[in-house]
């Protein structure tokens, strides 16, 4: 019936495509990627392209009028030479609707290979650290409006210690002791915290969905960046230790010959201080872990289960993290 319906929905916004584009599509691909919302690879006789379709449902957590906004900049990125993929509007509208109402984007098909983590090559690490860091200069270079406060304001940690104390008592009426450690090992660490433990005051514009479903890359370098549906204002340091995450934490280790490798192709158009990787990675611990480390966590399918493998790693390591990383 899914796929029924899938289809369905294809006929609907190509039909709409031949209204406004004459777009005559020979084929049309599923990609399976993404939570909700569907895309497919159309073939034309003028090309490829990517039709993103926006879930209906998920359309609501979203402000349309950021929404807009965000594929405005991706257009500037794309304009500037940034390796995203070009976009179609028509009439200047980005976000195009069908007869029955399904809203939609069409969009550069971007040639490149998704990797697992751990099997980026330094060359393409080195590259990915250096496309990061223009992105966010070029987000950031005055032409982008300012925002007076980030997307994340970081709770006190008397917030997240009567949160995590909910979910312990969760896990422990639902029988679920194996997860206990685990909730007891966040209540300690927020314990032990403080805001001044994180460097906030380096707000600016970011992705806010740097991971490698996100990442397309070629032999040596990042061929595209995808999905700038996030993008919001909040900390450009989040991006550096999500694709860190992302991309170098195999059985149980960071590959710090990678973790250096970003780092230093992120240094071409940035300058860090000592300790920034070390604060980014713990901030991003303080957002992330709510979201991944919770009571039904066991029955996560998909990316949430390589975001939960990724905070209980930080939490278990969050105290050796200047250690491990030394200078980063």
């Given at each position: 019936?899914e796929?029924?319906?899938?289809?369905s929905?294809l006929?609907?916004?190509?039909?709409?495509c031949?209204q406004l584009?004459?777009?005559?599509?020979?084929k049309a691909v599923p990609?399976?990627r993404?939570?909700?919302n569907?895309k497919w690879k159309?073939?034309?006789?003028?090309?490829n392209?990517l039709?993103?379709q926006?879930n209906?449902d998920?359309f609501r957590l979203?402000?349309?009028k950021?929404?807009l906004?965000?594929f405005?900049?991706?257009?500037?990125?794309y304009?500037?030479g940034?390796p995203c993929?070009?976009?179609y509007?028509?009439?200047n509208r980005f976000?195009?609707?069908?007869?029955?109402?399904?809203?939609?984007m069409?969009?550069?098909?971007?040639e490149?290979?998704?990797h697992?983590?751990?099997?980026?090559?330094?060359q393409?690490m080195?590259d990915?650290?250096k496309v990061?860091?223009?992105?966010?200069c070029?987000?950031?270079?005055?032409?982008?409006?300012?925002k007076k406060?980030?997307?994340f304001?970081?709770?006190?940690?008397?917030k997240?210690?009567?949160?995590w104390?909910?979910?312990?008592?969760e896990?422990k009426?639902?029988g679920?002791?194996?997860?206990l450690p685990?909730?007891?090992?966040?209540?300690?660490?927020t314990?032990?915290?403080?805001?001044?433990?994180?460097?906030?005051?380096?707000?600016?514009?970011?992705?806010?969905?740097?991971?490698?479903?996100n990442?397309?890359f070629a032999?040596?370098?990042?061929?595209?960046?995808?999905?700038?549906?996030?993008?919001?204002y909040?900390?450009?340091?989040l991006?550096?230790?999500r694709?860190?995450m992302?991309?170098?934490?195999?059985h149980?280790?960071l590959?710090?010959?990678?973790v250096q490798?970003f780092?230093?192709?992120?240094?071409?158009?940035q300058?860090?201080?000592?300790?920034?990787?070390t604060?980014?990675?713990s901030?991003?611990?303080?957002?992330e872990?709510?979201?991944w480390?919770?009571?039904n966590?066991e029955?996560?399918?998909g990316p949430?289960?390589?975001f939960a493998e990724?905070?209980?790693?930080l939490?278990?390591?969050?105290?050796?993290?200047?250690s491990?990383?030394?200078?980063?």
């Amino acid at each position: 019936m899914e796929t029924i319906k899938n289809d369905s929905i294809l006929e609907d916004i190509l039909m709409c495509c031949k209204q406004l584009f004459d777009m005559d599509v020979t084929k049309a691909v599923p990609i399976h990627r993404g939570w909700l919302n569907l895309k497919w690879k159309v073939k034309t006789n003028s090309g490829n392209f990517l039709i993103k379709q926006f879930n209906k449902d998920r359309f609501r957590l979203y402000n349309e009028k950021e929404l807009l906004y965000t594929f405005s900049q991706q257009k500037r990125l794309y304009d500037e030479g940034f390796p995203c993929p070009k976009l179609y509007p028509n009439c200047n509208r980005f976000l195009l609707e069908s007869e029955n109402g399904e809203r939609f984007m069409v969009m550069e098909f971007c040639e490149g290979k998704l990797h697992a983590p751990g099997t980026v090559n330094e060359q393409q690490m080195f590259d990915l650290g250096k496309v990061t860091s223009k992105m966010h200069c070029l987000l950031n270079n005055g032409a982008t409006r300012k925002k007076k406060k980030a997307e994340f304001i970081p709770p006190p940690p008397e917030k997240r210690l009567e949160h995590w104390r909910s979910v312990r008592k969760e896990v422990k009426a639902a029988g679920n002791l194996s997860l206990l450690p685990t909730i007891e090992l966040q209540l300690s660490l927020t314990e032990k915290m403080s805001l001044t433990d994180f460097n906030l005051n380096e707000t600016g514009w970011a992705h806010r969905d740097l991971f490698l479903d996100n990442i397309l890359f070629a032999e040596s370098h990042v061929s595209a960046i995808l999905d700038f549906d996030r993008m919001k204002y909040d900390y450009p340091q989040l991006d550096v230790a999500r694709a860190i995450m992302s991309a170098t934490l195999l059985h149980h280790s960071l590959n710090l010959s990678l973790v250096q490798a970003f780092i230093e192709g992120y240094k071409v158009e940035q300058t860090i201080g000592k300790g920034f990787l070390t604060k980014a990675l713990s901030l991003l611990w303080y957002m992330e872990s709510t979201w991944w480390i919770e009571p039904n966590m066991e029955h996560h399918k998909g990316p949430p289960v390589r975001f939960a493998e990724e905070m209980i790693w930080l939490s278990e390591n969050f105290l050796e993290l200047e250690s491990i990383l030394g200078d980063l």
